[in-house]
């Protein structure tokens, strides 16, 4: 079957290039309705697009240009996870994950506690956070590459706790962002390149405990600061070789030609938003919008630990909230939550699938896996809806939606 998909794909290839081939030859370039000529990448990506529909069809896309970057939501392990963990072993939370997170070349969560051990507790906070280095075990089986710590409880175990957290992470090999010994080191990005892409991801967060949670001299979660955000894009086209957080190329592509320091696709996480709301604030909308303006591919939000829609504004994707994802509340304002898979080709965005996740936790264990069948499609109906209020298209296909890019 993987033989005949693969041919057949290529042969698909062919067969829609001749009609081109051939227009192009007896007839030149077809022209658009204002007489200007239309240019040969458009024809390339009706290709594309073709081939992802036939990809989807057989279940796998085989262009091996395509980088899949996946990024979910929340996460921590106390409360019901915590229980779950105890009841039926570490991985259990975690193992319904495991083919979604397979299907992607690269792996973002937002790590929303810090990995300590018992020591430096805030007793100034409402709700402190505490994960173990056992724990770290689910990420590194779920292949997790980066995590953000740009969020309120980065520093619930102050400096110290920063510090063994991005200790205990470097040891596993899972890269950070969103956090460090200073401002400097907290927004310096993450650098993946490979396959003709080049990915710059960032972390802030506009949600803190106070001011000193965030960095500055001292070391902190970097805070949102527009201005600020867009002032380093600038800095990062003019010095293509600037400092970096951690990299990684592709893996398996040795050959892979270096990337244009011109081309960056900038995908931020950020921490916003009002906790259990299914929209946006007006506020959050004007600086995505900023944000947009100012060159960003794709903004990720987290925070509210519910979903929220998705706003296309201009060629910047907006995921105001994509909800929790291993995190054990059972409170009864929960929802299901979504991860987005993110399709990029030669730092184009060429898809966005979202797999919905089950996250209604109040009366069952904590067995994190994705949604199937009426359920799946009844909550990314949902999403779609709200996704609609803010101008954006949400396609479904049996039990994954697909953002309309165009």
Not at 196 to 203: H, M
Not at 252 to 259: C, F, H, I, L, T
Not at 275 to 283: G, N, R, V
Not at 311 to 321: C, P, Q, R
């Amino acid at each position: 079957m993987r033989f005949f998909r693969k041919h057949f794909v290529l042969s698909i290839r062919v067969l829609f290039r001749i009609p081109f081939l051939l227009s192009l030859y007896c007839a030149g370039v077809p022209e658009s309705p204002s007489g200007s000529e239309k240019p040969p990448e458009i024809q390339s990506n009706i290709v594309d697009t073709i081939e992802t529909r036939i990809g989807k069809f057989f279940g796998k896309e085989e262009d091996p240009e395509i980088v899949k970057v996946l990024i979910g939501g929340d996460v921590m392990f106390n409360w019901g996870i915590r229980d779950t963990i105890k009841a039926k072993g570490e991985l259990a939370p975690v193992k319904g994950l495991k083919s979604v997170f397979e299907s992607a070349d690269l792996r973002i969560l937002n790590l929303e506690t810090p990995v300590v051990s018992e020591k430096s507790w805030d007793h100034g906070k409402a709700y402190v956070f505490q994960a173990k280095e056992s724990d770290l075990e689910s990420m590194s089986f779920l292949g997790v590459d980066l995590v953000s710590l740009g969020n309120n409880h980065a520093m619930d175990h102050g400096p110290e706790g920063l510090e063994e957290t991005l200790k205990f992470l470097g040891e596993r090999k899972i890269a950070s962002i969103g956090a460090g010994k200073n401002l400097e080191f907290a927004f310096r990005p993450w650098i993946w390149e490979g396959k003709d892409t080049n990915l710059r991801i960032y972390s802030a967060t506009n949600v803190a405990e106070g001011r000193s949670h965030y960095a500055g001299q001292s070391p902190g979660v970097m805070p949102l600061d527009p201005e600020l955000i867009l002032k380093k894009f600038q800095l990062e086209k003019s010095q293509p070789n600037s400092v970096r957080n951690g990299s990684k190329n592709s893996k398996g592509d040795k050959k892979s030609k270096p990337v244009s320091p011109g081309k960056q696709f900038r995908i931020l996480s950020l921490h916003w938003g009002v906790e259990y709301s299914p929209f946006p604030t007006i506020e959050q909308r004007k600086i995505a919008k900023t944000l947009a303006d100012g060159g960003l591919d794709i903004i990720v939000g987290h925070h509210p630990h519910i979903p929220q829609g998705i706003e296309k504004i201009g060629n910047t994707i907006v995921f105001y909230s994509l909800g929790n994802l291993i995190f054990g509340s059972r409170n009864a304002y929960l929802n299901h939550n979504l991860i987005v898979i993110l399709h990029i080709k030669r730092n184009k965005l060429i898809n966005i699938e979202l797999v919905p996740i089950f996250g209604k936790f109040q009366n069952e264990d904590h067995l994190v896996r994705p949604l199937e069948g009426k359920e799946a499609q009844d909550f990314l109906k949902e999403i779609a809806v709200l996704s609609q209020d803010l101008g954006t298209r949400v396609r479904i296909e049996g039990d994954r939606g697909w953002v309309e890019l165009d």
